[in-house]
């Protein structure tokens, strides 16, 4: 009972284990770090290919002018910016993000660009959002839900805010589906990424957890299961970059 | 995720072209929040084309599209002659549902244009340079234009002579026969002047 009890007041944070109640601040110490030079670490990081990923993710949103969306842990705004323009004046787009830092910068960023008018910025946690029931046509949590201590309850958070016929998508690292992609990935994610960190963004901690908390986080077919168990209907993934990173879709109904 | 990668390098692109189109905001206000969808069922890939304020999208989802077109690849030339529609459909080689209308204002929009590459040029190069490359195209245009008519006339009118002085069927059989013939004779002659020479 005692082990048991400690099991559930622990969880990861990267590769160390921590109590639940710290991991939230441990995360936002890593966003408040790296905030300012998130999207160039972003390009550098990933070559420019998350562009590419956060396209497809828009392309699987089939959102439509008019629509209402969460774009939950939205950071520097990059999905936010792509709804913005398709929802139109008809439709809202809500970024929210536990951290302030990572707000403040997105808001910025999007309001030097002109994107104003349906969009409201939200400091919130997944875990209890704070919306009314069936509230949104869709939901993007990208690059977030690895983050998150509870990923079932922020799971089933979003589940709750969803309209009946809205769709989920999860746009986060997952596992390569190929063994020497997985080697070079692996070598990259350890060797070079938290140098890189400390040369452009001089914080070589913070990106060698990301590189922990990538490999913690759980792959395709688990983070599946755990979509059905919040309730989510003909949920889905595809694989991109060979499994690098995964988008998951679910509705609810 | 490859179309996507495209579609980020050809949709700014075509935005950008469009802009040197001036009737092309015309059309694209017609067509705003309308989805066409046209989905290759060979290739199995859907491409779909949105209007969201005067710019175009393109994307892979055809969801929630007002217009789809199912057809094969080889058959995606003929959607820009709507007299051949009717006949595809007909056929079961190309299925459409929804609004037919927002599938040929979208071929309007694409395939009637008329961008004005030496005005998009000049951006880049400057107008004189944008001019003088400009005509030295037209110029090459309207001189391969004519070189093509030439080739043209000059394939025709020789089928079209040669057709006349051409034997049919009935005279090449004609010919071979009396050539046969001609070749047997001469043989039997041969023969009676070999055997007259004999006798001699």
Same mark, same amino acid.
């Given at each position: ?60 949103? %089939? ?25 139109? /004046? ?17 808001? /910025?960023?999007?309001e030097n660009l002109g994107v104003v008018g349906n969009v409201e910025y939200i400091q919130a946690n997944a875990e209890a959002l704070p919306f009314a029931d069936n509230t949104f046509d869709i939901?993007?949590? %990208? ?10 309850? %922020? ?56 590189? /922990? ?41 | ?92 080689? +190309? ?6 209308? $927002? ?24 107008? &004189? ?18 070189? +093509? &008519?030439? $080739? ?23 010919? $071979? ?24």
């Amino acid at each position: 009972m005692t082990s048991e009890f400690k099991s559930e007041e622990k969880t990861h944070f990267g590769y160390q284990t921590v109590d639940k109640n710290d991991k939230q601040n441990l995360v936002a110490n890593v966003f408040h770090s790296v905030a300012a030079k998130y999207d160039i670490m972003n390009d550098l990081m990933s070559m420019g290919i998350h562009r590419v990923w956060k396209r497809f993710t828009i392309d699987a949103s %089939a959102v439509r002018p008019g629509n209402k969306v969460l774009d939950l842990a939205g950071g520097t705004g990059d999905l936010t910016r792509k709804f913005s323009e398709i929802v139109g /004046e008809n439709g809202q787009v809500v970024l929210a993000d536990i951290n302030d830092s990572m707000i403040k910068v997105g808001r /910025e960023k999007l309001e030097n660009l002109g994107v104003v008018g349906n969009v409201e910025y939200i400091q919130a946690n997944a875990e209890a959002l704070p919306f009314a029931d069936n509230t949104f046509d869709i939901v993007t949590i %990208a690059f977030g839900l690895r983050n998150v201590t509870d990923k079932d309850a %922020a799971l089933k958070s979003i589940y709750r805010v969803l309209k009946p016929g809205g769709r989920l998508l999860v746009l986060e690292f997952s596992k390569p589906n190929q063994e020497w992609l997985s080697k070079v990935y692996d070598f990259y994610s350890f060797n070079i990424l938290p140098n890189v960190g400390q040369l452009i963004a001089n914080d070589k901690e913070s990106y060698l957890y990301l590189s /922990e908390s990538i490999r913690m986080h759980p792959d395709q077919e688990t983070l599946k299961t755990m979509m059905q168990s919040a309730g989510f209907d003909q949920v889905n993934y595809s694989n991109l970059t060979g499994g690098i990173v995964a988008l998951h879709k679910g509705f609810k109904f | 995720m490859l179309l996507n990668a495209a579609f980020m390098i050809i949709e700014p692109a075509l935005n950008e072209a469009l802009g040197y189109d001036y009737n092309a905001k015309q059309k694209l206000a017609k067509l705003e929040n309308k989805k066409f969808t046209v989905t290759l069922t060979d290739l199995k890939l859907s491409l779909s084309l949105l209007v969201i304020n005067n710019q175009i999208k393109l994307m892979t989802n055809a969801e929630g599209s007002d217009c789809t077109v199912r057809t094969k690849f080889d058959k995606l030339k003929s959607l820009s002659d709507a007299s051949v529609l009717t006949k595809l459909i007909k056929s079961d080689e +190309l299925e459409l549902e929804g609004d037919l209308g $927002i599938a040929q204002a979208y071929s309007n929009l694409l395939i009637e244009s008329n961008i004005d590459w030496q005005e998009w040029l000049s951006t880049y190069l400057g107008d &004189a340079l944008a001019h003088r490359i400009a005509s030295v195209i037209i110029k090459l245009n309207q001189l391969l234009a004519r070189k +093509l &008519a030439d $080739i043209d006339y000059t394939v025709a009118s020789a089928l079209t002579d040669e057709l006349k002085v051409t034997p049919d069927n009935i005279e090449i059989n004609q010919f $071979i026969e009396d050539v046969d013939n001609l070749h047997a004779q001469t043989e039997r002659l041969f023969s009676m002047f070999t055997q007259f020479r004999k006798s001699v």
